[in-house]
T-cell receptor, first 114, second 114 residues
């Protein structure tokens, strides 16, 4: 058990809809990362937050947004969903958010777009 | 733009045999380099990382990797594979120079025969 909690574990929705994925980091970790893993795109880093502020941005679409709240949990919002957004979305957390800090990964949310 | 190549989609080895997983990257300077492992249904776990210094890096679970600048490679090795090592392995490169914006390879699936 990594200590990182992601909800829901599975999500099925339709094209054009909007969903919110939630991540609770490991106790004591201030930084949260979001990743997308799909058959087409492979594994991609989306975005990182540290103590409520955006720290780094990767290949995140404009239809996607994220935030980290004062209690340090994070949400990834996906809107105007397309079939290609079907993927496994991972959240990870680390203490300080620097590259030399190990990240602890959740088990992911599997999003299926019908 | 940086890219990461893992030439082997699948590798099959016998338990107890040695293992080498290949990773090549395209980037002019020395990036940060990572190897992650993903067991079925789980998130990623960091095996090891290279930032600078000694080019032979030791990681968890008996893995090591060697950075070879002349070959732009960061191959992962293990002298004796265990059945529990069967998983997906990802190489990642980060050229952001202090942030964390990794690019992942497509992964190598390791199959271990008894």
């Amino acid at each position: 058990d990594s200590g990182v909690t992601q909800t829901p574990k599975h999500l099925i929705t339709a094209t054009g809809q909007r969903v919110t994925l939630r991540c609770s980091p490991r106790s004591g970790d201030l930084s949260v990362y979001w990743y997308q893993q799909s058959l087409d795109q492979g594994l991609q880093f989306l975005i990182q937050y540290y103590n409520g502020e955006e720290r780094a941005k990767g290949n995140i679409l404009e239809r996607f947004s994220a935030q980290q709240f004062p209690d340090l949990h994070s949400e990834l919002n996906l809107s105007s969903l397309e079939l290609g957004d079907s993927a496994l979305y991972f959240c990870a957390s680390s203490v300080t958010g620097t590259p030399n800090q190990p990240q602890h990964f959740g088990d992911g949310t599997r999003l299926s777009i019908l | 733009a940086q890219s990461v190549t893992q030439p082997d989609i699948h590798i099959t080895v016998s338990e107890g045999a040695s293992l080498e997983l290949r990773c090549n990257y395209s980037y002019g300077a020395t990036p940060y380099l990572f190897w992650y492992v993903q067991s079925p249904g789980q998130g990623l776990q960091l095996l090891l990382k290279y930032f600078s210094g000694d080019t032979l890096v030791q990681g968890i679970k008996g893995f090591e990797a060697e950075f070879k600048r002349s070959q732009s490679s960061f191959n992962l090795r293990k002298p004796s594979v265990h059945w529990s090592d069967a998983a997906e392995y990802f190489c990642a490169v980060d050229e952001s120079g202090g942030s964390y914006i990794p690019t992942f390879g497509r992964g190598t699936s390791l199959i271990v025969h008894p």
